[in-house]
């Protein structure tokens, strides 16, 4: 259902309630920031348009004499520049904690926004531009939208603001848990046992992450990011168990809580996050990619808890973190922001399919074209 009088409208016009756009744009320290991988806080961004005019210095100066708020625990601030001027005279820079910016010289985060209109028209000498605050949820929803006053008294209401929010956690007014399944009891204890032997037996491989190159998913290793290490399962045999206690103990609790027919399963392994390589997983979405896209809902299954670290986390709600017992599933959707903490004592052994159906099926076998099948392997129907 589309609200065509908002469609009409010459900008987008997002309100409390709504969703917010997520992006990747070119901040001062990287050349394509993912603004939906943070989450744990407010997000504050700043459509103060140049830092070279009178409005856009008072404003950051606002924001340096209010910089206890931005403490990249309870919020972040994220200025928004469309003058190129901004980077080459060095009028802004990055200062964490809490501070951050985008260059935004296309104009493509300021249209998603509502900063600029929707359509760019043809080329003008001047940009027509809305200023404006936008303070977001945890989890990327719209609170609170102030454009910028004549006299600039946005500014103290905004500190204001931020100052009465309850910690992020909180963010509703009382502590919310991440929309997961926990489940209990999916593997039996020798089934655990035997699938950690398999591995030991192998020895793992270095794991990578899914990244675009060259407009193609590819599997590329980043220590900074990720590190662990996989085998994969080739007995058909233990393959087929496998397969027969995922559709037995996890498929019927997603049709029930989320109304969703799993039919596919993807991802035969057996992972390793091992203290000795300070393994862990930092926050992201497994569905990101052309060659991602199908998945649908990700499986963490501990085969051992005599590990210190390791949890899985969901930085859109909160700290929190899960450490289900040996045998115990962690469920939840391939959107959802989720990340594994660095192992600290001795090695988390886990099984991590991803599930999906007929329908993202389609879509994998379309996007196999976009998928570097020397490290990621081609789709086969």
Not at 316 to 337: D, I, M, N, T
């Amino acid at each position: 259902m589309q609200d065509t009088a908002r469609s009409s409208q010459p900008f987008v016009d997002l309100l409390p309630g709504d969703p917010a756009p997520l992006f990747d744009q070119r901040s001062p320290t990287n050349p394509n920031f993912n603004f939906g991988g943070i989450g744990e806080t407010y997000n504050v961004l700043c459509f103060f348009g140049s830092a070279g005019d009178a409005v856009g210095e008072a404003t950051l100066a606002a924001v340096l004499a209010n910089r206890d708020v931005f403490d990249d625990r309870k919020a972040r601030f994220w200025g928004i520049t469309i003058d190129p001027q901004d980077e080459s005279q060095g009028r802004v820079a990055n200062k964490p904690p809490g501070l951050r910016y985008f260059f935004d010289f296309d104009l493509s985060v300021a249209r998603l926004y509502g900063a600029a209109p929707r359509d760019p028209g043809p080329k003008q000498a001047g940009v027509q531009a809305r200023r404006f605050w936008i303070v977001l949820d945890p989890t990327y929803r719209v609170m609170k939208v102030l454009p910028f006053a004549p006299d600039g008294s946005d500014r103290d209401a905004l500190f204001t603001y931020l100052r009465q929010l309850p910690p992020p956690e909180r963010f509703p007014g009382f502590e919310v848990h991440a929309p997961i399944l926990v489940l209990p009891n999916v593997f039996e204890p020798e089934l655990c046992r035997h699938l950690i032997s398999l591995y030991e037996t192998k020895g793992g491989q270095e794991s990578g992450v899914a990244r675009i190159v060259d407009g193609k998913t590819t599997n590329v290793l980043d220590h900074s990011f990720k590190r662990r290490r996989d085998i994969n399962i080739e007995d058909r045999a233990v393959i087929a168990h496998l397969q027969g206690r995922v559709t037995r103990r996890v498929v019927p609790e997603i049709l029930k809580v989320h109304q969703f027919k799993v039919t596919r399963m993807e991802r035969m392994i057996v992972s390793c996050y091992a203290a000795e390589d300070e393994a862990h997983f930092s926050a992201h979405r497994d569905n990101t990619t052309p060659g991602t896209a199908h998945r649908r809902f990700a499986v963490s299954v501990n085969l051992n808890s005599d590990f210190a670290g390791g949890e899985v986390s969901f930085p859109e709600y909160g700290r929190r973190s899960y450490k289900p017992p040996a045998g115990g599933a962690v469920v939840f959707s391939c959107s959802l922001l989720h990340a594994v903490s660095k192992v600290t004592a001795g090695r988390r052994y886990a099984f991590l399919p991803f599930l999906y159906d007929e329908a993202a099926a389609k879509i994998r076998e379309t996007n196999n074209n976009f998928v570097d099948a020397r490290t990621v392997g081609a789709y086969k129907r």
